[in-house]
C-alpha cells in the first residue's frame, strides 16, 4: 500500500510540475506522448504482437493528432476509439498480427487525439483534474460498494471481481462528483452531468475492455512499470476512453 501511495504521489508530483511549471507546454505533449507510447508497448505484449506497433502508432500520433494540436477532430478520436477497441476485442486470439496491428494503433490514436484536446482546452489543468476525479471517485465507489454489497455479477467472464452493485455505485459517484466540481468551479451544471455519465459508463467499459485482454492475455496487470498499480494502461485506461468526450463537453464552455 506504501508503495502504491509512493507512486501516485510522485506522478502526481510530475503532472502538476509540467502543466505548472512549463510555460512553453511543450512538456504536455512529450508526457502525452511518452504514456501513449508505454500504452502502446503494453499492449503489444497483450495482443502478442509486432513492438513495431510502438512504430505505427507513433506516425498516427503525430500526424493525426499533434496536426492542430489546439482543436483535435473529436469525431475522428471517437471513430479510431470504437473501430480499434472492436478490432481488439475480436482479434486478441487469433494470428492476425496485421489486424491486433492496425486496430491497436487505432485505438491509441484516438486515446492519444483525446489526451491531446484535454491539454489543449484553455485552463489545462482544471480541465484535465475534472476529466479524472470523476473516473477516481468511481473507482473508489465501485470497490466499496462491491465489497460491501456486490451479490450479482457483471461480467464473470471478463472480470469476476465486478458487480452491478459496484457498477451502479460508480456511475453515481462519477455524476455526484463531477456536479460538486461544476458548483466549485461554477461550470454549467448541465454540461458537468454529462461529464459525469460519460466518466461512469465510458469509463467502465474502458476498464473492462483492458480487463478482457488481460485476460485473454492470462496476466495480471498490463505492465509493471509503475510500483503497485501495474502498467500505465492499467491506469489509465479509463481516462483513455472518455478523453474524447471530456474534450468535447469541456471546450464547448472552456473558452
Known amino acids: 500500500m506504501k508503495e502504491r501511495i509512493l507512486t501516485a504521489l510522485v506522478l502526481f508530483a510530475i503532472v502538476v510540475g509540467v502543466l505548472f511549471l512549463d510555460p512553453t507546454g511543450v512538456g504536455r505533449y512529450l ?37 492542430n494540436l ?47 484536446g484535454l491539454i489543449g482546452v484553455p485552463s489545462a489543468f482544471p480541465a484535465i483534474l475534472t476529466a479524472a476525479i470523476p473516473i477516481w471517485a468511481g473507482d473508489t465507489a465501485a470497490i466499496f460498494a462491491g465489497k460491501a454489497f456486490g451479490k450479482h455479477k457483471l461480467a464473470p467472464s471478463i472480470s469476476p471481481n465486478k458487480t452491478w452493485e459496484g457498477s451502479i455505485a460508480n456511475l453515481l459517484a462519477a455524476v455526484g462528483a463531477a456536479a460538486a466540481l461544476g458548483y466549485f468551479l461554477k461550470y454549467p451544471i448541465d454540461k458537468m452531468l454529462l461529464l459525469g455519465v460519460s466518466c461512469g459508463v465510458i469509463g467502465q467499459l474502458g476498464d473492462l475492455f483492458e480487463s478482457y485482454l488481460k485476460r485473454q492475455a492470462g496476466v495480471k496487470d498490463s505492465g509493471n512499470l509503475l510500483p503497485g498499480h501495474g502498467g500505465v494502461f492499467d491506469r489509465l485506461d479509463s481516462l483513455l476512453m472518455t478523453a474524447p468526450f471530456s474534450y468535447w463537453i469541456l471546450s464547448s464552455f472552456l473558452k
Open 31 to 67: 508526457l502525452v506522448g511518452l504514456a501513449v507510447l508505454s500504452i502502446a508497448y503494453e499492449l503489444a505484449q497483450l495482443l502478442q504482437t509486432s513492438p513495431v506497433l510502438l512504430a505505427v502508432v507513433s506516425c498516427i500520433w503525430y500526424l493525426v493528432g499533434a496536426r
Open 70 to 116: 489546439h482543436d483535435p477532430p473529436f469525431l475522428f478520436a471517437v471513430l479510431f476509439l470504437c473501430t480499434g477497441t472492436i478490432g481488439c476485442t475480436l482479434t486478441p486470439c487469433r494470428k492476425l498480427d496485421s489486424g491486433r496491428l492496425f486496430s491497436s494503433g487505432w485505438f491509441l490514436a484516438g486515446a492519444s487525439i483525446g489526451l491531446l
